[in-house]
């Protein structure tokens, strides 16, 4: 069983950064791909961005590239999402998932295990 937490949300105005960290609880890490998926009020789950087991292969939706960084530090069990240049419609609950199998990166069905999320409010 893999347990996944989140952190580093809260309320940040437009133009402002924010990294969030995903601490995982499971002794072999780095086999896990970890992505971060986010969803706004009212509106469907989507890919923000994710990275695979070895940190060589990442991925993002096209509306944070260039903003948001994926990175992953194996040795503390940890992957963070630099995000730069919020706007408001980054506004949404951030989770974190696990996943040990292949496959895409963005595909969202593949992860098996998800955090709770943390909150990111971006004003305007």
């Known amino acids: 069983q893999v347990q996944l937490q989140e952190s580093g949300g809260g309320l940040v105005q437009a133009g402002g950064s924010l990294r969030l960290s995903c601490a995982a609880s499971v002794r072999t890490f780095s086999n896990y791909a970890i992505a971060w998926f986010r969803q706004a009020s009212g509106k469907e789950r989507e890919f923000v961005a994710a990275?695979?087991?070895?940190?060589?292969?990442?991925d993002y939706t096209d509306s944070v590239k260039g903003r948001f960084t994926i990175s992953r530090d194996n040795a503390k069990n940890t992957v963070y999402l630099e995000m730069n240049s919020l706007i408001h419609e980054d506004t949404a609950v951030y989770s974190c998932?696990?996943?040990?199998?292949?496959?895409?990166?963005?595909?969202?069905?593949?992860?098996?295990?998800w955090g709770q999320g943390t909150q990111v409010t971006v004003s305007s």
């Open positions: 990275i695979g087991w070895s940190g060589g292969r990442t």
């Open positions: 998932a696990a996943d040990l199998g292949g496959g895409g990166l963005r595909n969202e069905e593949r992860y098996e295990y």
